[in-house]
C-alpha cells in the first residue's frame, strides 16, 4: 500500500478523534480566556486589474468563521477566484519580510509574522520602522524566534509575552495543522489566545476550527487584528 495513503488515512483518524474529544470538552475549556488573535500564512493570491483574488475553499471558510483575522499573502496563485476585500472583518498583507520590498502593500495589521518566525536585528529594527510592534513567537520550545536568545524565548513561553526594543513578542499558543485538544488543555487559565494556520492545512484544521470559533463566539470571546 502507498505509504502516503497510509499517512493520510492516519491523520484523518486522528484528527477525526481530536475532532469528537474537543466537542465532548468544549464545556471545560476557554473559562477565561476573553480575547484570541487569529491569523493564517501562506496564502495564495492572484492580482487581477488591482484586485486581489485568493482560493475560493479558504475564502468559504473564513467567510464562514466570521470574525476579525489578518491574513498574509504568500505568492500569485492562477486557480484564485474569490475577491478577498469582498470578505469582511480581515486585514491581509504579505507574509514578512515581503511586505517591505513590494511598493504595493503597505502595512495594516498590529500582528505580525515573519516566515518561519526568522529575522535578524535589523529586519526587525525595519519592522519597528514601519509602524510594526508586535509579533508573533512559534508554537513550540524547540526554536529560536527572530532576534531572541534562548533565554527571551523562554520567559515568552512562560509569561506568554515579552517585550524589547520596543516590540511586543506574543506567543503562538495553538498551531492548527496539529492536534488541537492538547494545546487547548494548556490555555484554561488564559485571558488572551493566539490561534495561527496555513493555508495549506485548512482541508485538516476546518472542521475543528469552526467548532471551536463558534464556541468562543457563543461566550462572546473578543476578536482582535
Known amino acids: 500500500m502507498d505509504m502516503r495513503l ?4 492516519i491523520k484523518r483518524f486522528i484528527f477525526t478523534f481530536d475532532f469528537l ?4 470538552f468544549l464545556p471545560r475549556l476557554f473559562d477565561k480566556v476573553k480575547q484570541v488573535h487569529l491569523s493564517f500564512d501562506d496564502v495564495n493570491f492572484l492580482c487581477n486589474g488591482g484586485s486581489l483574488l485568493i482560493n ?5 471558510l473564513i467567510g464562514s468563521l466570521n ?22 472583518n480581515v486585514k491581509w498583507n504579505y507574509h514578512l519580510p515581503n511586505l517591505y520590498d513590494d511598493y504595493r502593500i503597505h502595512p495594516t495589521t498590529v500582528y505580525a ?5 526568522r529575522a535578524s536585528s535589523n ?18 520550545n524547540m526554536r529560536l524566534s527572530y532576534d531572541l536568545t ?3 524565548c523562554n520567559l515568552v513561553n512562560k509569561a506568554h509575552s515579552f517585550k524589547k526594543n520596543g516590540i511586543t513578542y506574543l506567543k503562538t499558543d495553538v498551531r492548527l495543522e496539529k492536534m488541537l485538544l492538547p494545546q487547548l488543555l494548556k490555555l484554561r487559565d488564559n485571558p488572551f489566545m493566539v ?7 485548512g482541508h485538516m484544521y476546518n472542521k475543528r476550527l469552526k467548532l471551536i470559533i463558534q464556541f468562543l463566539k457563543s461566550k462572546n470571546v473578543h476578536f482582535i487584528n
Open 150 to 152: 534562548r533565554d527571551e
Open 6 to 9: 497510509v499517512k493520510n488515512i
Open 67 to 88: 470574525v476579525p483575522m489578518d491574513i498574509f499573502l504568500m505568492q500569485e496563485n492562477s486557480n484564485c477566484t474569490v475577491h478577498l476585500d469582498s470578505i469582511d
Open 123 to 140: 529586519e526587525v529594527r525595519t519592522f519597528y520602522h514601519y509602524g510594526g510592534r508586535v509579533l508573533l513567537t512559534c508554537n513550540d
Open 21 to 24: 474529544m474537543i466537542r465532548f
Open 113 to 117: 509574522r515573519f516566515h518561519y518566525f
Open 56 to 60: 475560493r475553499d479558504f475564502a468559504s
Open 195 to 201: 490561534i495561527f494556520g496555513h493555508e495549506w492545512g
